[in-house]
């Protein structure tokens, strides 16, 4: 069955230290997404893709980065963690077939803690 | 600017008891409404949508929602509450203008009592 993995699931790491976060999609959708999960804020949209080699941000890009250089992945990188992105992170896909049909599929979710 | 609220944060029922969850959204034009599901430790699984067309939507798990222009509102309704459906509802608000991509409300999350 297609499916949308995220790993790690679990991930402690220090301050300053550069954490990068996998996604992994076997839908073959052209869109991916990520969001940080923070209480009382819901999702909130960190950067997006619409396809290879395009990236945007959303609206809480600033210390994250994406790229896409093929249809399965979009890793998340966080240059340099800082204690702020403590946050459980989902990934998402959807399929791009140019309507507001679009439905996003989400991955089980990475828990980031900076110490 | 697409903006999405939820009222409520907490809500118990008891098991049985119908529920209401509020859903009210701004946005310019006609919006694609979502509610979306997630479970302790899990992702989130969409239960129902809303694009155009009957303002009811019907959804999976006995989950219903109506649209309500008038009121920018997407209430989601389930009449009879089993103890699984202890969670925390989003709801979401897309628009092709801005790329269909979701803007999600604060969640709300759902206690059953037994």
């Known amino acids: 069955d297609a499916e949308i993995t995220q790993s790690p699931r679990h991930k402690i790491t220090e301050t300053g230290r550069q954490v990068t976060l996998a996604c992994h999609q076997t839908w073959n959708h052209n869109n991916m997404f990520w969001y940080r999960q923070d209480l009382g804020h819901g999702l909130r949209l960190i950067h997006y893709s619409y396809g290879v080699q395009d990236t945007n941000k959303g609206e809480v890009s600033d210390g994250y980065s994406v790229s896409r250089s093929n249809t399965e992945d979009l890793p998340l990188t966080l240059e340099s963690a800082a204690s702020s992105q403590t946050s459980v992170y989902f990934c998402?896909?959807?399929?791009?077939?140019?309507?507001?049909?679009?439905?996003?599929?989400f991955g089980p979710g990475t828990r980031l803690t900076v110490l | 600017a697409q903006s999405v609220t939820q009222p409520d944060i907490h809500i118990t029922v008891s098991e049985g008891a119908s529920l209401e969850l509020r859903c009210n959204y701004s946005?310019?034009?006609?919006?694609?409404l979502f509610w979306y599901v997630q479970s302790p430790g899990q992702g989130l699984q969409l239960l129902l949508k809303?694009?155009?067309?009957?303002?009811l939507v019907q959804g999976i798990k006995g989950f219903e929602a109506e649209f309500k222009r008038s009121q920018s509102s997407f209430n989601l309704r389930k009449p009879s509450v089993h103890w699984s459906d202890a969670a925390e509802y989003f709801c979401a608000v897309g628009a092709r203008a801005a790329g269909n991509k979701l803007t999600f409300g604060g969640g709300t999350r759902v206690l059953v009592k037994p």
């Open positions: 946005y310019g034009a006609t919006p694609y």
């Open positions: 809303y694009f155009s067309g009957d303002t």
């Open positions: 998402a896909s959807s399929d791009q077939k140019g309507g507001p049909t679009d439905t996003q599929y």
